[in-house]
């Protein structure tokens, strides 16, 4: 029995000194020779790469500036000749309430109204420019949240944007949102390939970081287009 015991240790101790022959040296010297050596009988290293990869979903950052945009927006309801009202929205572009709106919307003499969130707000013309079709307002408020102005000169076809402007429906005002790109641009205007109702005229344009790119102008057809934020902020002096 104890003779039997000797024997399975023997062999157990041999085979374990055995492999580890082969293994080290014996195997190591064979690949090396030139019969063995072009089959490349060794095993190949194996490389681990972790890999991170972040996505963007460019719809959760077109819902981010929109909800960040809708703080800069004003509402304006302005007296038309036909007794009815043309509703229009402004830009809030400092924190003391000085905001921007199209010329049209606000005609010479007549009569309109300013609104946050549908409360009515204070408000008076400071200048107005005709020919680029702009108008500063100054409205009563405190820590007004005003919007970013865009680098026009970073503006680039196909970038992506949107607008944001007011409706009145049975005297409350909702806002309204449509996205598209730049089709083409100039110091003179930029054109998009959205399509909207006429009475978004005066709505302003946004990039997708929700800096403002410039205020809209809606043809007869729909087609939207927009006075530059370099136009505009000239016209402010900033």
């Given amino acids: 029995m104890l003779r039997n015991i000797k024997n399975i240790v023997f062999a157990f101790v041999f085979g374990i000194a055995g492999g580890v022959f082969a293994d080290q040296i014996l195997w190591p010297y064979f690949i090396e020779r030139p019969l063995f050596y072009k089959y490349r009988l060794e095993q190949p290293p194996v490389y681990i790469t972790e890999k991170n990869e972040i996505v963007v979903q460019e719809n959760t950052a077109l819902k981010d500036a929109i909800e960040k945009s809708e703080k800069y927006l004003i509402s304006i309801k302005t007296a038309i ?12 572009v400092s924190s003391d309430g000085l905001v921007v709106a199209l010329s049209e919307t606000i005609p010479q003499g007549g009569a309109f109204s300013l609104y946050i969130n549908n409360d009515e707000v204070e408000g008076q ?3 107005r420019d005709a020919k ?4 500063l307002i100054k409205i009563k408020g405190e820590n ?13 076809l196909g970038e992506r944007v949107f607008l944001l402007g007011n409706l009145l429906e049975k005297d409350v005002f909702s806002k309204t949102a ?3 790109m730049v089709k083409s641009f100039n110091q003179e205007y930029i054109k998009t390939n959205i399509s909207e109702d006429k009475n978004l005229t005066g709505s302003p344009l946004f990039n997708i970081k ?23 902020k000239s016209f402010l002096g900033f």
């Fill in 81 to 92: 000749k036909s007794g009815k009202f043309m509703i229009s929205s402004g830009v809030i």
């Fill in 125 to 127: 013309v400071l200048k």
């Fill in 132 to 135: 680029g079709n702009l108008s």
């Fill in 144 to 156: 007004l949240t005003p919007a970013g102005f865009a680098d026009f000169s970073s503006l680039r």
């Fill in 178 to 180: 449509s996205e598209g």
């Fill in 210 to 232: 929700g800096e403002l790119l410039g205020l809209n102008i809606v043809d007869s057809s729909g087609n939207v287009s927009a006075v530059p934020i370099s136009k505009i």
